[in-house]
């Protein structure tokens, strides 16, 4: 009996020091995910693969930086490039403009309009009457700057653009060529939608730093001295 008694503890003692199948499976699995990673790691920070991983992320960095370079130099070039009209005669490039056969021009038998003639001779004599001066046909690029910073930005091209080849029909100055205000000579043409968008954009530039424009249709000696004695109340004397 004793020694029946003293057989079955031992054969449970002989299971429980026993590992499982599932347990040694998962403590082989744990050892070698253990080696794995160490050896990952080791391969992974050696100097040689570690230094080749960073060149090749060097590189990456140094394509993209390039990469961006050039997208925004040929898009300056490209502003550049739609102000000047394409002209290319100073890099010696006869193929855009050729100066033995392009030159196609002839003298305008009048500066200004039938319409812009006929009110510059009623704007002068009142506005020299006030000491003021009237220039015909500046380009507003002539009187108006970007407030743009960076000369070399896609933003300052943009905003140079809009006003190198529009013009105001009349500015008018003081005795200190300081622009005072200016006038828009309408007609028919403005009722166009290509001259109704133009006119909405030198408005809002105008209106951005609040310089007076008239836009004139009908008009008399009268209303035009009404409209000079404005400008001359918008500039009084001692504002120098």
Known sequence: ?????FALTSYDYAQEATPTA?????????QALSVFFRAFLSILFHPLIFGLILLIVGLKVLV???RR???RRKLEESQQS????????????????????????ELNPSFLTVREASFFRVLLPIANNYGLYVFAKPRI??????TVDD???????????????KHIDFLICDDYFKPLAGFEVDDASHKRPDRIARDAIVNAIYKSFDFKVFRVWEYSSASVEEMIAEVADYAPEDMY
């Open 1 to 5: 009996m004793y020694i029946f008694t």
């Open 69 to 71: 370079k050039r997208r």
């Open 82 to 105: 739609n102000f000047s009209g394409g002209f290319s005669g100073e890099q010696g490039n006869s193929s855009t403009f050729n100066i033995k056969t392009d030159l196609k021009y």
């Open 151 to 165: 000369r070399n930005s896609a933003q300052f091209w943009r905003c140079f653009n809009e006003i190198s080849r």
């Open 141 to 146: 690029a002539d009187f108006v700057d970007t």
């Open 64 to 66: 993209f930086v390039v």
């Open 22 to 30: 599932s347990e040694m499976l998962s403590e082989g699995i744990n």
